[in-house]
């Protein structure tokens, strides 16, 4: 992947230069035991949902997105299994208002906004706003899931 990440990653994520404040090209590519996996995790959510790289920038062709989609997929999986295996549990965190709207629309077919009356997720230092430690799920969140007033989305 190292290649696919030079061509379209460096030029702006690179020595050069830090926009957003990452550089990929320092990145620990260990997703099981090195210290970026939340990084990596930014990234993989930027290149999938289109953010990254932007339209101003170097493309990448459908082969290198799905390549580079599917190589951090396949390592964060193994990373995932090995983590739950040795301490027994995994990280949980809420969908952004993007992954849970993109979601319920393909599931139903239809093009409802299904997030509008989420609340706006926080943006993290770095100007995400898909960072797992920010998508937190607090105990009255959680609880709400279960209120009658928040299945009013499907009564439509």
């Known amino acids: 992947m190292k290649p696919i990440l030079d061509k379209v990653c460096t030029q702006c994520h690179g020595a050069k230069a830090q926009e957003g404040n990452i550089r990929i090209d320092s990145l620990d590519p260990d997703l099981l035991n090195g210290k970026d996996v939340d990084r990596w995790l930014e990234v993989m ?4 949902n289109g953010e990254m790289p932007p339209a101003d920038g170097e493309k990448l062709s ?5 390549n580079l989609f599917d190589w951090l997929s396949i390592e ?5 299994i090995v983590r739950r ?25 239809l093009t409802y906004n299904f997030s509008k009356d989420l609340p706006l997720e926080s943006t993290s230092n770095d100007g995400f706003q898909n960072n797992s430690e920010l ?13 009658d007033d928040h299945r009013r989305v499907f009564d439509h």
Do not use: P, W
């Open 76 to 80: 964060i999986q193994k990373a995932s």
């Open 135 to 147: 998508l937190h799920m607090s105990t009255n969140q959680l609880e709400g899931l279960c209120h």
């Open 85 to 109: 295996s040795e301490k027994g549990h995994t990280s949980f965190r809420r969908m952004t208002r993007y992954e849970y709207n993109h979601t319920l629309q393909d599931i139903f077919g």
């Open 45 to 48: 959510a930027v290149v999938s």
């Open 62 to 66: 459908d082969v290198e997105r799905t």
